[in-house]
């Protein structure tokens, strides 16, 4: 199979409803670096909420866009490889989000200086982490189902090539199970 179709779950203004879906949380932690770059200042201290938000989120929106752009129109299997680097990217972006800004973020008002506000935020991070990695989790199983229908259908349809030609001999080719002159000597 050289290439595989679109799912009819991303086409028109479904496919765009869920990649908004996507970018939702993308764009809520890139506008929290933004906040944290005019509240922090542009030192490289606190690049964990200031760099990273922003330029992270600048790479997963390209990462999602591209991947969403690439399944969304019939495409080839030779770019299965870039798929799956380009998903990496939102995923990665998750990990951080849960990671760094939900439960570090939950250790520090534990035992920083103990806030239960600051737990709640982390627990806010958290939810919005797994909400990304949810999402896109589940436009890549869209994907994946269908391709996968895709690859059965074409798999259960006839070949289209003829039968070889019987061999008139009725000797068996070399290989294929059968006796030939090499092995004659091995029957008596």
């Not at 990649?19 to 542009?42: K, Q, S």
């Not at 929106?61 to 969304?72: A, R």
Request: aromatic share 14%; glycine share 10%; with cysteine.
């Amino acid at each position: 199979m050289d290439s595989f179709t679109v799912a009819p779950e991303l086409k028109g203004t479904k496919g765009d409803i869920i990649a908004a879906r996507i970018e939702v949380p993308i764009l809520i932690v890139m506008i929290y670096g933004i906040v944290g770059f005019i509240r922090l200042g542009w030192s490289q201290d606190h690049y964990l909420h200031t760099y990273a938000p922003v330029l992270g989120g600048v790479a997963a929106s390209v990462g999602l866009f591209t991947y969403f752009f690439l399944v969304s129109v019939r495409r080839k299997t030779s770019r299965k490889n870039l798929l799956v680097l380009l998903a990496l990217l939102p995923y990665f972006y998750s990990l951080y989000i849960m990671g760094v800004l939900g439960l570090y973020t939950i250790y520090e008002g534990i035992i920083g200086n103990f806030s239960f506000w600051t737990m709640i935020g982390g627990v806010f991070w958290i939810f919005l982490g797994f909400h990304l990695i949810y999402r896109f989790y589940a436009m890549t199983e869209m994907v994946r189902k269908h391709d996968e229908k895709g690859r059965l259908a074409q798999a259960s349809q006839p070949a289209s090539r003829p039968l070889p030609a019987a061999n008139p001999s009725g000797i068996a080719p070399s290989g294929a199970g059968g006796c030939d002159a090499r092995h004659k000597h091995l029957e008596l």
